[in-house]
């Protein structure tokens, strides 16, 4: 089991920047596929970004490309995200998650996650 801890979430203006941290501890972090993704009240738990076990592969979401990047420090065990050109529709609560996936594939299924933090807020005003 690996446990996951999200930091770095709050309140920014529209067009600013924020970069979302997710420390794991437990089994080692290079068996997991991470995503991040996000939850706005009302609406579904939704994929953002993904990244794949050594960090050469990664997935983003239409809705975030050309303005989040997900990377992987292996020697800290912890993934990133850097948003930057925050929109106020980029407000949720934002989750980080790992994937036991044997075939170290990036996944968009929140289905394939294994396990998930407890979510940081990150809301843009206009």
């Known amino acids: 089991q690996v446990q996951l801890v999200e930091s770095g979430g709050g309140l920014v203006q529209a067009g600013g920047s924020l970069r979302l941290s997710c420390a794991a501890s437990g089994r080692p972090f290079t068996n997991y596929v991470m995503g991040w993704f996000r939850q706005a009240p009302g609406r579904e738990r939704e994929f953002v970004a993904g990244?794949?076990?050594?960090?050469?592969?990664?997935a983003t979401a239409d809705s975030a490309k050309g303005r989040f990047t997900i990377s992987r420090d292996n020697a800290k065990n912890t993934v990133y995200l850097q948003m930057n050109s925050l929109k106020p529709e980029d407000t949720a609560v934002y989750y980080c998650?790992?994937?036991?996936?044997?075939?170290?594939?990036?996944?968009?299924?929140?289905?394939?996650?294994?396990?998930w933090g407890q979510g940081t807020q990150v809301t843009v005003s206009s």
């Open positions: 990244i794949s076990r050594s960090g050469d592969s990664t």
């Open positions: 998650a790992a994937s036991i996936n044997p075939f170290g594939l990036v996944v968009r299924t929140t289905g394939l996650y294994n396990y």
